[in-house]
C-alpha cells in the first residue's frame, strides 16, 4: 500500500510555470509505475507523464517538451514541472502509482493505477 499527497496546484497565466508535488510514503524508485494525472471538468481522467522505476519517462504529446516529470527518492518525493502553460492545462492534478503488470506509459488509463493523490487544481488564464 502506498499515500500520495498531492500538492502546488494554482493560478497562472498563460505561458507561466508550477511545479507540482507528490509527497509519496515510499522511495518512488520502488514503484513500478507512477504517473501524473489530470482532469478537465467534464473530461475523463488523462494521463500526462509517467515514471518507471528503472527512470523511463513517458509524456502524453500535448504536454512533451512542456512537462518534465521528476522525483526525487530521498525525499519520497514526485514532481512535475510545468512551462509554457496553456489554457488548456486546466485541470485537476493527481499523482498515481501503479502496481499491476509490467509497462509504464502515458496511454495508460486510469483503471490500470490503484493508488491515488487527492488532487491540486491548475488553472491557466489566457
Known amino acids: 500500500q502506498v499515500q500520495l499527497v498531492d500538492s502546488g496546484g494554482g493560478s497562472v497565466q498563460a505561458g507561466g510555470s508550477l511545479r507540482l508535488s507528490c509527497a509519496v510514503s515510499r522511495a518512488p524508485m520502488t514503484i513500478p509505475c507512477v504517473a501524473w494525472f489530470r482532469q478537465a471538468p467534464g473530461k475523463e481522467r488523462e494521463a500526462v507523464a509517467t515514471i518507471a522505476a528503472d527512470g523511463f519517462r513517458n509524456y502524453k504529446p500535448s504536454v512533451d517538451g512542456r512537462f518534465a516529470i521528476s522525483r526525487d527518492n530521498a525525499k519520497n518525493t514526485l514532481y512535475l514541472q510545468m512551462d509554457s502553460l496553456k489554457a488548456e492545462d486546466t485541470a485537476m492534478y493527481y499523482c498515481?502509482?501503479?502496481?499491476?503488470?509490467?509497462?509504464?506509459?502515458?496511454?495508460?488509463?486510469?483503471?490500470?493505477?490503484?493508488?491515488w493523490g487527492q488532487g491540486t487544481r491548475v488553472t491557466v488564464s489566457s
Open positions: 498515481a502509482a501503479k502496481f499491476l503488470g509490467n509497462g509504464c506509459m502515458a496511454f495508460y488509463g486510469a483503471s490500470f493505477f490503484t493508488y
